[in-house]
């Protein structure tokens, strides 16, 4: 197998305050993690049983909690981004990075209501791809190939490159397949505002199952959509689009079907 099964998660103590966010133990400082463990254990199953030595949520948070203790032991408590990797030989390993802390629930962004609320005054822009993709999969997996590529086309550096964008270039890309059904972004699941509910792209379409989408599925703040219902051409210039993963939690965009102004959000975080 070429690729490593993926989870990232965000250690950030604003989480601890979060009833949603709890599991056994009771307030966790990590993003759904025990839906990370959950996912990692389904995604294994479907590839090679090796994959499943170890793989429980304690064993994932003893290991989190290890790389947060010696990046924090001297830095205070730092708000990280948790990359963890199961390779197909059964391992574990984690490595973290700084992010923004949350200053407030990161899931308030799904109870928008494009309709009636006042808009936020950092919004994300968001481009659609210029070609369709055919070869993204529901597992969270290493393989970035076909999201750089996207980012790649629309002015974006690949995930974890250090060179800046172009100065034209957008927040994120939306991708789509072969059928012009949209999937998700480069980083995030995406939902647009349909019928006075927030609608995403099933995972028959090609998305990767986020944590992040499973919970706001469950807590019905977003609907999963009708076959070919979110293809291309109903998609409108400078629409909302609320856009979420395990990282960065949920933020709102407006699509750019043209090269437009723009207002950044300097601290969008990649899951």
């Given at each position: 197998?070429?690729?490593?099964?993926?989870?990232?998660?965000?250690?950030?103590?604003?989480?601890?305050?979060?009833?949603?966010?709890?599991?056994?133990?009771?307030?966790?400082?990590?993003?759904?993690?025990?839906?990370?463990?959950?996912?990692?254990?389904?995604?294994?199953?479907?590839?090679?049983?090796?994959?499943?030595?170890?793989?429980?949520?304690?064993?994932?948070?003893?290991?989190?909690?290890?790389?947060?203790?010696?990046?924090?032991?001297?830095?205070?408590?730092?708000?990280?981004?948790?990359?963890?990797?199961?390779?197909?030989?059964?391992?574990?390993?984690?490595?973290?990075?700084?992010?923004?802390?949350?200053?407030?629930?990161?899931?308030?962004?799904?109870?928008?209501?494009?309709?009636?609320?006042?808009?936020?005054?950092?919004?994300?822009?968001?481009?659609?791809?210029?070609?369709?993709?055919?070869?993204?999969?529901?597992?969270?997996?290493?393989?970035?190939?076909?999201?750089?590529?996207?980012?790649?086309?629309?002015?974006?550096?690949?995930?974890?490159?250090?060179?800046?964008p172009a100065s034209d270039a957008p927040d994120?890309?939306?991708?789509?397949?072969?059928?012009?059904?949209?999937?998700?972004?480069?980083?995030?699941?995406?939902?647009?505002?349909?019928?006075?509910?927030?609608?995403?792209?099933?995972?028959?379409?090609?998305?990767?199952?986020?944590?992040?989408?499973?919970?706001?599925?469950?807590?019905?703040?977003?609907?999963?959509?009708?076959?070919?219902?979110?293809?291309?051409?109903?998609?409108?210039?400078?629409?909302?689009?609320?856009?979420?993963?395990?990282?960065?939690?949920?933020?709102?965009?407006?699509?750019?079907?043209?090269?437009?102004?723009?207002?950044?959000?300097?601290?969008?975080?990649?899951?």
């Amino acid at each position: 197998m070429s690729y490593a099964l993926l989870a990232s998660t965000r250690y950030d103590p604003l989480l601890m305050s979060c009833a949603w966010n709890n599991d056994v133990d009771g307030p966790s400082p990590y993003l759904l993690l025990h839906y990370q463990a959950d996912r990692l254990i389904a995604s294994a199953a479907l590839n090679d049983q090796t994959f499943r030595h170890g793989t429980t949520l304690s064993n994932v948070k003893a290991l989190c909690d290890k790389v947060v203790r010696e990046h924090n032991d001297s830095r205070g408590e730092t708000a990280l981004k948790v990359r963890v990797v199961l390779n197909p030989s059964g391992e574990l390993s984690a490595t973290t990075t700084p992010v923004k802390a949350f200053t407030g629930d990161p899931t308030l962004p799904s109870l928008f209501n494009p309709s009636t609320d006042l808009p936020p005054t950092l919004v994300l822009t968001i481009h659609i791809d210029t070609q369709p993709t055919s070869d993204t999969i529901s597992l969270k997996t290493t393989n970035r190939r076909a999201y750089d590529d996207a980012r790649i086309r629309v002015g974006l550096q690949p995930l974890g490159s250090l060179d800046p964008p172009a100065s034209d270039a957008p927040d994120d890309v939306i991708l789509y397949n072969t059928r012009n059904v949209v999937t998700e972004s480069s980083v995030c699941n995406v939902a647009f505002y349909r019928n006075r509910r927030w609608v995403t792209p099933p995972l028959a379409a090609g998305c990767i199952s986020g944590v992040l989408r499973r919970w706001l599925i469950e807590q019905h703040r977003i609907f999963e959509a009708v076959e070919d219902e979110l293809t291309l051409d109903s998609i409108k210039d400078d629409e909302w689009v609320l856009v979420s993963n395990g990282v960065i939690g949920c933020q709102l965009g407006r699509v750019k079907l043209h090269t437009s102004t723009k207002t950044r959000v300097n601290h969008y975080a990649k899951d």
